[in-house]
């Protein structure tokens, strides 16, 4: 089985308390197994907890309808208002939330704000997700 390791980024992850963040895997298999330390039970609940809230952002169409329009690329707060029929407000209100859950990043234009997607992560979920309900 490959495993894909990659720098540790979690702020829950018992790495930062050794020596900063390591390479190494949170894939499902080391999150669902089973057993461990009390420490590493507490661990993985904290991390199933973190990651039901992740799916709570997902649960609104209209972050799903802004990242999806992300999808195609970089957009400005305007843009994404007049592609989605979508107040600035709403659409602001929405990028606010899915920048805290590190879905969106964001660059500064002069008075322009660009958002994207924070990486290939959100667009692969957004991929299998659409996959798994169009079956």
Do not use: W
């Given at each position: 089985?490959?495993?894909?390791?990659?720098l540790?980024?979690?702020?829950?992850?018992?790495?930062?308390?050794?020596?900063?963040?390591?390479?190494?895997?949170?894939?499902?298999?080391?999150?669902?197994?089973?057993g461990?330390?009390?420490?590493?039970?507490?661990?993985?609940?904290?991390?199933?907890?973190?990651?039901?809230?992740?799916?709570?952002?997902?649960?609104?169409?209209?972050?799903?309808?802004?990242?999806?329009?992300?999808?195609?690329?970089?957009?400005g707060?305007?843009?994404?208002?007049?592609?989605?029929?979508?107040?600035l407000?709403?659409?602001?209100?929405?990028?606010?939330?899915?920048?805290?859950?590190?879905?969106?990043?964001?660059?500064?234009?002069?008075?322009?704000?660009?958002?994207?997607?924070?990486?290939?992560?959100?667009?692969?979920?957004?991929e299998m997700?659409?996959?798994?309900?169009?079956?």
């Amino acid at each position: 089985m490959e495993r894909n390791e990659e720098l540790c980024n979690s702020p829950l992850c018992c790495c930062h308390d050794k020596q900063g963040p390591q390479m190494h895997d949170h894939g499902a298999s080391a999150i669902l197994e089973r057993g461990g330390s009390e420490e590493e039970q507490v661990l993985r609940e904290e991390l199933l907890f973190e990651l039901a809230q992740l799916y709570k952002v997902f649960g609104d169409e209209t972050r799903l309808r802004i990242l999806s329009a992300l999808m195609d690329g970089e957009q400005g707060v305007g843009a994404l208002a007049g592609r989605l029929e979508m107040t600035l407000s709403a659409v602001s209100h929405s990028l606010r939330v899915l920048k805290s859950a590190r879905l969106v990043k964001c660059r500064r234009e002069g008075k322009s704000v660009y958002y994207a997607l924070c990486d290939e992560h959100v667009k692969k979920i957004l991929e299998m997700g659409l996959d798994h309900v169009a079956e």
